[in-house]
Nanobody, 121 residues
């Protein structure tokens, strides 16, 4: 069982930056691939970025490539998402997820409760 808690969301102006964090409870955190997803009301949950268990491999959605960076600190059981050059269309609830496979779809095993990111024009 893995419990995930996101933090770092908030309100920012377009062009600004935010860093999201996701704290994991499991001692076996380093065995899990991790992902970030986002969702707006009435829409499907959308893949944002993923990272392998070691942090050696990453993958990004085209919409965030070059602006967002996913990283992890296995010593601190924490996942990060650095978001730069934010746009109003980045506004969403952001979720972190953990799974045993590195993947871009939403078939992760564990999910956090989400953190709201709002980007004003």
């Amino acid at each position: 069982q893995v419990q995930l808690v996101e933090s770092g969301g908030g309100l920012v102006q377009a062009g600004g930056s935010l860093r999201l964090s996701c704290a994991a409870s499991a001692r076996t955190y380093s065995r899990y691939a991790m992902g970030w997803f986002r969702q707006t009301p009435g829409s499907e949950r959308e893949f944002v970025a993923a990272i392998t268990f070691s942090g050696g491999g990453t993958y990004y959605a085209d919409s965030v490539k070059g602006r967002f960076t996913i990283s992890r600190d296995n010593a601190r059981n924490t996942l990060y998402l650095q978001m730069n050059s934010l746009k109003p269309e980045d506004t969403a609830v952001y979720y972190c997820a953990a799974g045993l496979s590195f993947r871009r779809d939403s078939r992760y095993d564990y999910w956090g409760q989400g953190t709201q990111v709002t980007v004003s024009p």
